[in-house]
C-alpha cells in the first residue's frame, strides 16, 4: 500500500503547533498562522468586537445662497425659489409682480447681476418686432421653411423652431433688431436701485455668414448679453399688455411707487406671441414647467457661451396676480427644460401657499401711478 506523504506545508504548521505547545519560542507570525489553523479546525472564535468609530464632525451648515442680501425680498417668494432650486448652485431666479415692477425675489444675486447670451428667450423679442412691422401679420403667421414645410409663430415659439426664426432676423436685418431689442429693455439696466446690475448690450454687427449671418441672433440671441432682471422685465410687458416698469424694491419703510421705463406698443400682436408661450409649456419645449392648477406661459432657451452651457426659461402665470420670472442654469448639464421645470417648482411652491402677488400688494402702501410717464434712461 502506497503511503501519503504529508505537505511540507502540513509539516511546518505540525512543527509550529509542536513547539507553541512546548512553550518552544517562535516567531510572531509563524505564531498566527498557527492559531488561525487551530481555531479554524477546532472551532471559530468569537469575532472580535469592533472597535467604536471616531465621531465625524459636520461642517456648520450654510444657508443657500447665503451671500445675497435678503431684507428686501418677500419671505414667502424667496423660500420658494430657494426651495425650487435645490441644490443647484449655479443657478439664479428673479420673481417680479408684472403689474407694478416690484421685485419679489432675486436668488442668487451675483448671477443675476451679470449679463449673459439669451439663447432661444430672445424669439418672442423677435417675434413682436416682426409682428409691428408688417413682416408677419396677427391672423397670417405661417412662413415656408422647406419644399412642403410650413409653420405658424405660435408652433414654431411652442417647439422653439430656429428655422422659423433665422428667417424672420433676415427680414428684419441687424437694424431693425437692435432698435426693437433697445426699446425692449436689452442693453440697458431693467432695475431702479440696484448699483450692481450690469448693462448688458446689443450687438453692432452680425455673426459671419458662415455662423449663421444675422439670422443666428435671432434664434439664438447671439452677440446680445442680457441679464435674468432684463429678462424678466420684458416678461413682465408681456404679461401686463405692454408697459416696461423699471425693476425695483420697496423703500425701507415700506412705500412702494411703480417706476414706469416706457410704453411698449405691443398690445395687437400679443394674442399668436402668447398663444406660443402657452404651446410650449402645455405640449412643447417648456412643458416640464407645467402645472395642473396654475396656468403658466413661458419660453425655454439652451445655448453655449464661452465653453459653457446655459439653459434658460422666463415667463408668468396668468391667473390675477400671478408673477412673472426669469430662471438661468450656468454650466454642466444644464438646458431649458431643466430650467422650465425648476420655475415649474417654484409656481408649485407658491400654489401650495395659497400664494399671489396681490397679497403682497395689499401689506403695502402702493401708490400706482395715474398715468404712464417716461422717466429719463440712465
Same mark, same amino acid.
Given at each position: ?45 468569537? $469575532? ?12 456648520? !451648515? ?29 443657478? !439664479?431666479?428673479?420673481?417680479?409682480? *408684472? ?18 447670451? *439669451?439663447?432661444?428667450?430672445?424669439? *418672442? ?30 408652433? $414654431? ?23 426693437? !431689442? ?50 424678466? $422685465? ?53 412643458? $416640464? ?90
Amino acid at each position: 500500500m502506497k503511503l501519503k506523504m504529508p505537505s511540507a506545508a502540513a509539516l511546518s504548521r505540525g512543527f509550529v503547533l509542536l513547539a507553541v505547545l512546548s512553550g518552544v519560542a517562535v516567531p510572531a507570525i509563524a505564531q498566527s498562522k498557527v492559531v488561525i489553523a487551530t481555531t479554524e479546525s477546532l472551532q471559530r472564535a468569537p $469575532s472580535p468586537k469592533p472597535k467604536a468609530k471616531t465621531a465625524l464632525r459636520k461642517a456648520p !451648515a450654510t444657508k443657500p445662497f447665503a451671500e445675497d442680501d435678503t431684507r428686501h425680498d418677500d419671505p414667502v417668494v424667496r423660500e420658494a425659489a430657494v426651495k425650487a432650486l435645490g441644490n443647484y448652485r449655479s443657478a !439664479a431666479l428673479v420673481s417680479v409682480d *408684472p403689474s407694478n415692477g416690484r421685485i419679489l425675489a432675486i436668488v442668487n444675486q451675483k448671477l443675476a447681476f451679470e449679463s449673459y447670451q *439669451p439663447c432661444s428667450t430672445f424669439k *418672442p423679442a423677435i417675434a413682436l418686432a416682426a409682428l409691428e412691422e408688417g413682416l408677419i401679420e396677427k391672423d397670417k403667421t405661417r412662413l415656408q421653411l422647406g419644399r412642403r414645410w410650413y409653420l405658424d409663430l405660435a408652433r $414654431s415659439l411652442t417647439i422653439s423652431n430656429n428655422l422659423y426664426f433665422e428667417k424672420l432676423g433676415g427680414l428684419l436685418g441687424l437694424e431693425k433688431m437692435r432698435d426693437y !431689442a433697445q426699446r425692449f429693455g436689452f442693453g440697458e439696466l431693467s432695475s431702479w436701485g440696484l448699483p450692481d446690475e450690469t448693462r448688458g448690450a446689443v450687438p453692432t454687427k452680425a455673426p459671419p455668414a458662415s455662423r449663421g449671418g444675422v439670422g443666428r441672433i435671432a434664434s439664438f440671441g447671439e452677440g446680445i448679453e442680457q441679464t435674468p432682471l432684463q429678462l424678466a $422685465s420684458f416678461m413682465s410687458a408681456v404679461a401686463n399688455g405692454g408697459t416696461l416698469f423699471y425693476l425695483q424694491y420697496p423703500l425701507d419703510e415700506g412705500r412702494f411707487e411703480p417706476l414706469v421705463k416706457r410704453r411698449l406698443e405691443i398690445g395687437p400682436w400679443l394674442g399668436p406671441v402668447r398663444e406660443g408661450l402657452e404651446g410650449a409649456v402645455l405640449k412643447g419645449t417648456a412643458r $416640464s414647467a407645467k402645472q395642473p392648477d396654475v396656468t403658466i406661459l413661458g419660453k425655454t432657451g439652451t445655448c453655449r457661451q464661452d465653453g459653457a452651457r446655459l439653459g434658460w426659461f422666463a415667463g408668468y402665470s396668468q391667473e390675477e396676480g400671478g408673477l412673472a420670472v426669469a430662471v438661468l442654469l450656468r454650466g454642466g448639464r444644464v438646458s431649458g427644460p431643466l430650467a422650465a421645470g425648476l420655475a415649474g417648482k417654484f409656481y408649485r411652491n407658491l400654489a401650495d401657499r395659497n400664494y399671489v402677488a396681490q397679497s403682497a400688494r395689499d401689506t403695502m402702501r402702493t401708490a400706482p401711478p395715474a398715468a404712464v410717464q417716461l422717466t429719463p434712461l440712465r
